[in-house]
């Protein structure tokens, strides 16, 4: 079965601290996708990454990060200086080899204070 | 704008009446996917087409629900006899097979349909 899982509902911080949003999968498949997206207030998804399964090299790009760890099924995106434009909601999302079904977690509401 | 667009952006309708939803991909992008988006909740799949053909289904598409692609381009999501657990946010996406960047199969999603069933 596959399954993503955000344990953290909502996280708030102040602004320039860093911030990490955890996320586990489950999967049995040996080829699949791993996604993030940041949902805005205003409410259209909007792509950050993708990571394949055989590809766990971290990404940095600018003040985001991203740490694949394939042993512990988790997906970790870090923010560094968070700023109040960050606010928003945060999903990590899985797809099948084939990209014919994608699940999603439940999103990580970050709240970032002036 | 050459993004993907969804038509209408709300609807309002009463309990048992059909509605339908219109979605129309980034030109030229081959996969379309219909999710559903209740309040404080991920994107849940129901549907994806590769051209004209729907390869996936959901078990949330229920007997109620249907969807088509007639000519690969734009998509329709109808419900029938709607109820209220219906409502929700009805999300669209399409995403290209071609190769040759790295967005490829990179899901774009469109701003939403929110129904509110009364």
């Known amino acids: 079965a596959q399954k993503v899982t955000q344990a953290q509902t909502e996280i708030s911080v102040v602004e320039k601290e860093d911030v990490t949003l955890d996320c586990v999968y489950e999967t049995r498949d040996t080829t699949y996708y791993l996604f993030w997206y940041k949902q805005p207030p205003s409410g259209e998804l909007v792509f950050l990454i993708r990571r394949n399964s055989f590809d766990e090299q971290n990404e940095i790009s600018g003040r985001y990060s991203w740490n694949f760890q394939k042993s512990t099924s988790s997906f970790n995106f870090t923010i560094t200086a968070s700023q109040v434009v960050d606010s928003a909601v945060y999903f990590c999302?899985?797809?099948?080899?084939?990209?014919?079904?994608?699940?999603f977690g439940s999103g990580t509401k970050l709240n970032v204070k002036p | 704008d050459t993004g993907v667009s969804q038509d209408p952006r709300h609807k309002i309708t009463k309990r048992g009446q059909n509605v339908t939803f219109r979605c129309d991909p980034i030109?030229?992008?081959?996969?379309l996917y219909w999710y559903r988006q209740t309040l404080g909740q991920g994107p849940e799949f129901l549907t994806y087409f590769q051209n004209e053909a729907q390869l996936e289904k959901s078990r949330l598409l229920s007997d109620r629900f249907s969807a088509e692609r007639p000519k690969g381009s734009f998509s329709t999501l109808e419900i029938q006899r709607t109820e209220q657990g219906d409502s929700a946010m009805y999300l669209c996406?399409?995403?290209?097979?071609?190769?040759?960047?790295?967005?490829?199969?990179?899901?774009?999603f469109g701003p939403g349909t929110r129904l509110t069933v009364l």
């Open positions: 996406a399409s995403s290209s097979t071609s190769g040759g960047t790295r967005l490829y199969n990179e899901q774009f």
């Open positions: 030109s030229e992008h081959n996969r």
């Open positions: 999302a899985q797809a099948r080899y084939n990209f014919n079904k994608f699940y």
